[in-house]
């Protein structure tokens, strides 16, 4: 265990606070209090409206900590915004929050302080470590439910993302205005910040899970769940039709095309065959016929096959304003081979949407074979190409 004497004065230095939610928890609030009272006098408890003895038990702490206190239980998403607001305005640029059932260990404050310097505009995540005692199966499952839907709503790859021990930066925070107040807080939070451009990354910790007759859990399956499940649901459409191609342009618009080629699809580091597959399955999804959706569905799919979601974001923009007649005609034309009435030798005056509409099974036929033998053409081609930079690379190296 780090020396907490050690870690008072870099609370103070690096203006970090700890945040502890709390309701009716009352068999655990004190220990939880006195053991983070070891590592910094900046602490914030918030009573979420307590029915249990919480609220008698909290006056032996009042010159210790600050307390935040109020009698209906409104949630601890609303309880963790009471804190950083407080915290915020006392001058406070990071708070940490720590669950108050006893669960997370104040012996791991100090690994976020830790990291501090190296992501200082982070939010840092206290990933528990995969083999716990006692630990249930619906929380493996439910963990990760969790992290997939956050790496289609970000693009992101974090573990542990329903983990309640966590660092957050309070600027980012004062700037956002969140819509859920419970559970599902600590999950709008995560995916509304790394949409703003915030780090989300991860740390290792330890977790006490007591028995399952032990236990004390104000979390109920059916109405949070429920509540988790449409906050997903609003995540994800505002994040596949508008913030992931946003912040993918953004990146990609400041960078040169040089070191696009360099960083992305010629990186040393990564497989040939996934880069290669990835550019195959931008072109596919750029083409095939589901306009509005390509994103959507490509995203989803590949995170299942672990492709490179930056460079399958590049080429499914091949169906960007300027390229979308060639694939219409492209399309249209394939499809009338394919049906045994086609030309190449299309009147362009006579090639409307109004042509589409009514020959629309024609169009669709050739855009599904147009995709499919595009995106092959594109990964065959870019495999060779990688493969035989590489070995020059090397040869040459």
């Not at 490509?298 to 399958?312: Q, R, S």
Request: glycine share 6%; aromatic share 16%; proline share 4%.
């Amino acid at each position: 265990m780090k020396d907490p004497k050690l870690y008072k004065p870099l609370f103070d230095e690096k203006k970090c606070c700890v945040i502890i939610p709390t309701y009716n928890n009352d068999q655990t609030i004190c220990q939880v209090i006195t053991d983070v009272l070891e590592y910094t006098n900046n602490v914030y408890v918030v009573n979420d409206g307590s029915t249990d003895s919480t609220s008698s038990l909290l006056k032996e702490f009042e010159d210790k900590v600050t307390i935040i206190s109020y009698t209906q239980n409104i949630g601890k998403g609303n309880a963790l915004q009471f804190g950083f607001r407080k915290a915020y305005e006392d001058g406070f640029l990071y708070a940490i929050s720590i669950d108050s059932d006893g669960q997370h260990y104040a012996s791991d404050l100090p690994n976020f302080i830790d990291v501090l310097d190296e992501h200082p505009n982070a939010v840092i995540i206290g990933a528990r470590k995969p083999v716990q005692e006692n630990k249930s199966k619906g929380s493996k499952f439910a963990n990760k439910f969790s992290n997939f839907w956050f790496t289609i709503e970000t693009g992101l790859n974090v573990e542990d993302t329903q983990s309640g021990y966590r660092l957050y930066p309070l600027h980012p925070i004062s700037e956002t205005y969140f819509y859920t107040k419970k559970y599902e807080f600590e999950i709008e939070i995560i995916v509304r910040l790394s949409w703003k451009a915030v780090e989300v990354t991860t740390v290792p910790i330890d977790v006490f899970y007591p028995k399952k007759e032990e236990r004390v859990s104000h979390f109920r399956p059916f109405q949070d769940f429920s509540r988790i499940s449409v906050l997903n649901t609003v995540l994800v459409f505002l994040a596949l039709i508008y913030f992931l191609p946003r912040n993918f342009s953004r990146l990609y618009k400041s960078k040169p095309f040089k070191e696009v080629l360099r960083d992305d699809i010629f990186q040393l580091n990564s497989s040939i065959k996934i880069i290669s597959i990835s550019i195959g399955f931008g072109v596919f999804m750029g083409i095939f016929p589901v306009w509005g959706y390509q994103l959507i569905i490509g995203f989803i799919v590949a995170y299942f096959l672990k492709l490179n979601k930056a460079i399958f974001f590049i080429f499914a923009n091949i169906s960007i304003p300027p390229m979308i007649p060639i694939i219409l005609y492209l399309s249209y034309v394939v499809g009338g081979y394919a049906l045994g009435r086609g030309s190449w030798m299309l009147d362009l005056n006579d090639f409307t949407v109004e042509t589409i509409k009514s020959n629309i099974f024609q169009y669709i036929f050739g855009a599904v074979l147009l995709s499919i033998v595009a995106g092959l053409v594109f990964s065959a081609s870019s495999y060779f190409a990688l493969s035989f930079y590489r070995n020059n690379k090397r040869n040459k190296g």
